[in-house]
Protein backbone atom coordinates (compact mmCIF):
# COMPACT_ATOMS: atom_id res chain seq x y z
CA UNK A 1 0.00 0.00 0.00
CA UNK A 2 0.86 3.38 -1.07
CA UNK A 3 0.24 4.99 2.29
CA UNK A 4 -0.21 4.55 6.06
CA UNK A 5 -3.35 2.41 6.69
CA UNK A 6 -5.86 4.64 8.15
CA UNK A 7 -7.73 4.08 11.52
CA UNK A 8 -11.38 2.44 11.39
CA UNK A 9 -14.13 4.85 12.72
CA UNK A 10 -17.38 3.39 14.43
CA UNK A 11 -20.13 3.05 12.29
CA UNK A 12 -23.76 4.56 12.66
CA UNK A 13 -25.50 1.90 12.20
CA UNK A 14 -27.61 2.78 8.90
CA UNK A 15 -28.74 0.00 6.52
CA UNK A 16 -26.68 -1.41 3.56
CA UNK A 17 -28.42 0.33 0.32
CA UNK A 18 -29.17 -1.81 -2.50
CA UNK A 19 -26.70 -1.73 -5.34
CA UNK A 20 -27.89 -0.48 -8.84
CA UNK A 21 -27.37 -1.28 -12.25
CA UNK A 22 -25.83 2.41 -12.29
CA UNK A 23 -23.24 2.04 -10.14
CA UNK A 24 -21.25 -0.85 -11.61
CA UNK A 25 -18.14 1.51 -12.66
CA UNK A 26 -18.42 3.57 -9.51
CA UNK A 27 -19.40 1.10 -6.42
CA UNK A 28 -17.40 -1.98 -5.06
CA UNK A 29 -19.38 -4.19 -3.09
CA UNK A 30 -18.04 -7.51 -1.67
CA UNK A 31 -18.93 -9.92 1.54
CA UNK A 32 -17.62 -12.85 3.79
CA UNK A 33 -19.12 -14.76 5.84
CA UNK A 34 -17.26 -14.56 9.51
CA UNK A 35 -18.18 -16.61 13.22
CA UNK A 36 -17.87 -14.11 15.86
CA UNK A 37 -16.61 -15.01 19.63
CA UNK A 38 -20.05 -15.62 20.42
CA UNK A 39 -19.97 -18.69 17.62
CA UNK A 40 -23.15 -16.83 15.88
CA UNK A 41 -22.21 -16.32 11.95
CA UNK A 42 -22.23 -12.99 10.45
CA UNK A 43 -21.88 -11.19 6.85
CA UNK A 44 -19.55 -8.88 6.76
CA UNK A 45 -19.84 -6.74 3.80
CA UNK A 46 -17.55 -4.06 2.38
CA UNK A 47 -18.96 -1.18 0.07
CA UNK A 48 -16.14 1.23 -1.98
CA UNK A 49 -17.68 4.48 -3.24
CA UNK A 50 -15.01 5.06 -6.66
CA UNK A 51 -15.53 8.80 -6.34
CA UNK A 52 -15.13 9.45 -3.08
CA UNK A 53 -16.74 11.87 -0.64
CA UNK A 54 -17.38 15.34 -0.44
CA UNK A 55 -14.00 15.95 0.58
CA UNK A 56 -12.73 13.58 -2.39
CA UNK A 57 -11.51 10.73 0.25
CA UNK A 58 -12.08 7.64 -1.30
CA UNK A 59 -13.54 5.27 1.86
CA UNK A 60 -14.88 1.80 2.75
CA UNK A 61 -17.66 1.69 4.61
CA UNK A 62 -17.84 -1.99 6.86
CA UNK A 63 -21.22 -3.56 7.50
CA UNK A 64 -22.45 -6.68 9.42
CA UNK A 65 -25.63 -8.21 8.61
CA UNK A 66 -26.67 -5.38 6.56
CA UNK A 67 -25.55 -2.41 9.53
CA UNK A 68 -23.20 -0.32 9.72
CA UNK A 69 -20.26 -0.98 11.63
CA UNK A 70 -16.89 1.01 10.71
CA UNK A 71 -15.56 3.42 8.15
CA UNK A 72 -11.87 4.26 7.36
CA UNK A 73 -10.46 6.10 4.35
CA UNK A 74 -8.35 3.88 1.88
CA UNK A 75 -5.81 2.21 2.48
CA UNK A 76 -7.79 0.32 5.09
CA UNK A 77 -7.53 -2.37 7.58
CA UNK A 78 -10.97 -3.47 9.70
CA UNK A 79 -10.38 -6.00 12.72
CA UNK A 80 -12.78 -8.94 12.31
CA UNK A 81 -12.80 -12.53 13.99
CA UNK A 82 -9.75 -14.43 13.18
CA UNK A 83 -7.93 -11.48 11.47
CA UNK A 84 -8.29 -8.04 9.37
CA UNK A 85 -10.37 -7.04 6.01
CA UNK A 86 -7.72 -5.21 4.14
CA UNK A 87 -8.67 -2.76 1.31
CA UNK A 88 -6.78 -0.87 -1.05
CA UNK A 89 -7.70 1.16 -4.24
CA UNK A 90 -5.89 1.63 -7.36
CA UNK A 91 -6.97 4.66 -10.00
CA UNK A 92 -9.00 2.10 -11.84
CA UNK A 93 -10.78 0.38 -8.70
CA UNK A 94 -9.89 -1.70 -6.01
CA UNK A 95 -6.10 -3.53 -6.24
CA UNK A 96 -7.10 -5.40 -2.68
CA UNK A 97 -9.94 -6.98 -0.42
CA UNK A 98 -8.77 -9.48 1.60
CA UNK A 99 -9.35 -11.42 5.20
CA UNK A 100 -6.22 -12.03 6.53
CA UNK A 101 -6.63 -14.81 9.53
CA UNK A 102 -4.04 -14.64 12.17
CA UNK A 103 -2.01 -17.43 10.91
CA UNK A 104 -1.79 -15.76 7.91
CA UNK A 105 -4.18 -17.65 5.90
CA UNK A 106 -5.37 -15.00 2.61
CA UNK A 107 -8.67 -15.42 1.33
CA UNK A 108 -10.63 -12.89 -1.17
CA UNK A 109 -13.81 -11.56 0.02
CA UNK A 110 -16.15 -12.34 -2.39
CA UNK A 111 -18.08 -9.72 -5.27
CA UNK A 112 -21.87 -9.18 -4.66
CA UNK A 113 -23.83 -10.87 -7.63
CA UNK A 114 -25.06 -7.41 -8.83
CA UNK A 115 -21.71 -5.63 -8.95
CA UNK A 116 -19.26 -5.27 -12.19
CA UNK A 117 -16.69 -7.73 -10.06
CA UNK A 118 -19.54 -9.59 -9.38
CA UNK A 119 -20.14 -9.83 -13.77
CA UNK A 120 -16.84 -10.41 -14.50
CA UNK A 121 -16.14 -13.62 -12.14
CA UNK A 122 -19.27 -15.03 -13.77
CA UNK A 123 -18.13 -14.53 -16.98
CA UNK A 124 -14.99 -16.54 -15.15
CA UNK A 125 -16.89 -19.45 -13.84
CA UNK A 126 -19.66 -19.89 -17.06
CA UNK A 127 -16.82 -18.97 -20.40
CA UNK A 128 -13.50 -19.30 -18.86
CA UNK A 129 -11.95 -19.45 -22.09
CA UNK A 130 -13.87 -15.97 -23.51
CA UNK A 131 -12.50 -14.69 -19.56
CA UNK A 132 -8.94 -16.04 -20.72
CA UNK A 133 -9.02 -14.02 -23.82
CA UNK A 134 -9.87 -11.27 -22.22
CA UNK A 135 -7.36 -11.30 -19.71
CA UNK A 136 -4.74 -11.47 -22.22
CA UNK A 137 -5.72 -8.83 -24.53
CA UNK A 138 -5.71 -6.58 -21.24
CA UNK A 139 -2.41 -7.40 -20.40
CA UNK A 140 -1.16 -7.05 -24.16
CA UNK A 141 -2.72 -3.76 -24.19
CA UNK A 142 -1.00 -2.51 -21.05
CA UNK A 143 2.44 -3.86 -22.33
CA UNK A 144 2.04 -2.09 -25.95
CA UNK A 145 0.74 1.20 -23.82
CA UNK A 146 4.45 0.86 -21.78
CA UNK A 147 6.61 0.16 -24.98
CA UNK A 148 4.79 3.16 -26.64
CA UNK A 149 4.48 6.17 -23.78
CA UNK A 150 7.58 5.10 -22.27
CA UNK A 151 9.72 6.53 -24.74
CA UNK A 152 7.47 9.76 -25.23
CA UNK A 153 7.67 10.16 -22.15
CA UNK A 154 11.55 10.11 -21.44
CA UNK A 155 11.79 12.70 -24.37
CA UNK A 156 9.29 15.13 -22.99
CA UNK A 157 11.71 14.99 -20.01
CA UNK A 158 15.05 15.51 -21.43
CA UNK A 159 13.64 18.42 -23.48
CA UNK A 160 13.47 20.37 -20.25
CA UNK A 161 16.18 22.36 -20.18
CA UNK A 162 18.02 21.51 -16.56
CA UNK A 163 17.28 18.10 -17.61
CA UNK A 164 18.86 18.49 -20.70
CA UNK A 165 22.16 19.79 -19.13
CA UNK A 166 22.20 16.75 -17.32
CA UNK A 167 22.17 14.01 -20.10
CA UNK A 168 23.78 15.75 -22.61
CA UNK A 169 20.70 17.17 -24.55
CA UNK A 170 17.35 16.53 -25.49
CA UNK A 171 16.57 12.76 -26.50
CA UNK A 172 14.31 11.67 -29.75
CA UNK A 173 12.27 8.45 -28.97
CA UNK A 174 11.57 6.22 -31.53
CA UNK A 175 8.03 6.51 -31.81
CA UNK A 176 6.02 10.23 -33.16
CA UNK A 177 2.38 8.92 -32.40
CA UNK A 178 -0.28 11.30 -33.61
CA UNK A 179 -2.86 13.09 -30.98
CA UNK A 180 -5.36 10.94 -32.15
CA UNK A 181 -3.43 7.63 -31.68
CA UNK A 182 -2.26 9.33 -28.15
CA UNK A 183 -5.53 9.08 -26.98
CA UNK A 184 -6.77 6.35 -28.10
CA UNK A 185 -4.01 4.67 -26.39
CA UNK A 186 -4.66 6.48 -23.48
CA UNK A 187 -8.64 4.87 -23.67
CA UNK A 188 -7.46 1.33 -24.13
CA UNK A 189 -5.35 1.58 -21.19
CA UNK A 190 -8.07 2.94 -19.04
CA UNK A 191 -10.41 -0.04 -20.07
CA UNK A 192 -7.74 -2.25 -20.01
CA UNK A 193 -6.82 -1.90 -16.34
CA UNK A 194 -10.29 -1.24 -15.46
CA UNK A 195 -10.74 -5.07 -16.70
CA UNK A 196 -7.93 -6.01 -14.53
CA UNK A 197 -9.24 -3.99 -12.04
CA UNK A 198 -12.74 -5.97 -11.97
CA UNK A 199 -10.87 -9.15 -11.41
CA UNK A 200 -8.09 -7.30 -8.45
CA UNK A 201 -5.08 -8.02 -10.61
CA UNK A 202 -2.63 -4.73 -10.42
CA UNK A 203 0.94 -4.33 -11.30
CA UNK A 204 3.09 -1.28 -10.40
CA UNK A 205 4.54 -1.32 -14.01
CA UNK A 206 1.14 -1.92 -15.97
CA UNK A 207 -1.71 -0.85 -13.93
CA UNK A 208 0.36 2.25 -12.34
CA UNK A 209 2.56 3.14 -14.84
CA UNK A 210 2.64 6.08 -17.86
CA UNK A 211 -1.20 6.19 -18.63
CA UNK A 212 -2.08 4.95 -14.92
CA UNK A 213 -2.27 6.28 -11.72
CA UNK A 214 -1.53 4.33 -7.97
CA UNK A 215 -3.16 5.39 -5.30
Same mark, same amino acid.
Given at each position: MSRTTATAQPGDGHA #????RPWQLLTRSLFHLHLTDPAGARRTWSVDVRHGGDDDGEV?? =????DGLHHATAVLPAAF???? @? $????AVSGYGLRRIHHVAH???????MPD?????????? #????????SRALALVSVSVLLVALVLGAPQIVE?? $?????????? @? @???? @???? #?? =?????ALVVATVAASTERALRLRYSRVLDGGFFGGDE
Amino acid at each position: MSRTTATAQPGDGHA #LPPYRPWQLLTRSLFHLHLTDPAGARRTWSVDVRHGGDDDGEVRA =ELYVDGLHHATAVLPAAFPVPD @G $TIQVAVSGYGLRRIHHVAHDGTVRQLMPDPASAEGWRAR #LDRNHPALSRALALVSVSVLLVALVLGAPQIVEQL $TAIPPVAQVV @G @GPWT @GPFH #LS =ETVNIALVVATVAASTERALRLRYSRVLDGGFFGGDE
